[in-house]
């Protein structure tokens, strides 16, 4: 078995047979590293004996060519263009107008989650998830710096306090409860 990689990105473990059916094919080129058990070093497959063309010595590597189906898979992946959509209206929620545009950043995201998980050639899942937690994280911090404002007077006190708890005692008179000692009014 062979490990291969292109770069920096790792295309996996091959038999023999898989990469000869691979180099035939344009899924692999020559310049590919590849590495077996009890090598030192990583090598182009260009380098490998059962690899080398027969009748000549093995071709200089040169810079790695692109294959078709490289091509092809590149152009089909398009991002989502929703996930964009709900990432720059919930980067721009965090800064102002949190829900009236991290709402529709938080429902961009989902949508594109969505169509992303039913058409497989989109691209932008990353972008979707990170827009959907600065959506949320937008829609809470407005709450937490809004709410005291809108809602201030339930969050405030009533302006009556007792001296002490034992001290005033209350007295049922009529409807409402009145006291029968001198509270210290704030």
């Not at 473990?13 to 590293?33: T, Y």
């Not at 000549?56 to 692109?66: C, E, L, M, R, T």
């Not at 979707?128 to 600065?134: M, S």
């Not at 969050?155 to 209350?170: D, E, H, I, Y």
């Amino acid at each position: 078995m062979i490990h291969l990689n292109r770069g920096a990105t790792s295309l996996g473990i091959f038999s023999e047979e898989e990469i000869r059916e691979g180099l035939r094919s344009g899924r692999f080129v020559p310049g590919d590293m590849g590495w077996r058990e009890g090598m030192a070093n990583w090598q182009p497959l260009s380098q490998f004996s059962e690899f080398a063309p027969s009748g000549g010595p093995p071709p200089q590597v040169g810079p790695p060519s692109i294959s078709l189906t490289a091509t092809r898979a590149t152009a089909a992946g398009k991002t989502e263009p929703l996930a964009i959509w709900s990432l720059v209206l919930s980067i721009v929620s965090l800064f102002s107008c949190g829900f009236i545009l991290g709402i529709p950043g938080v429902i961009c995201g989902h949508l594109a989650l969505s169509k992303i998980r039913r058409n497989t050639t989109l691209e932008g899942h990353g972008i979707a998830v990170a827009a959907l937690i600065i959506g949320y994280v937008s829609i809470t911090l407005w709450l937490i710096l809004i709410m005291p404002i809108l809602g201030g007077s339930r969050f405030q006190n009533s302006g009556t306090r007792l001296a002490s708890p034992k001290a005033c005692a209350f007295k049922r008179t009529s409807r409402r409860s009145r006291h029968s000692c001198n509270c210290t009014r704030v």
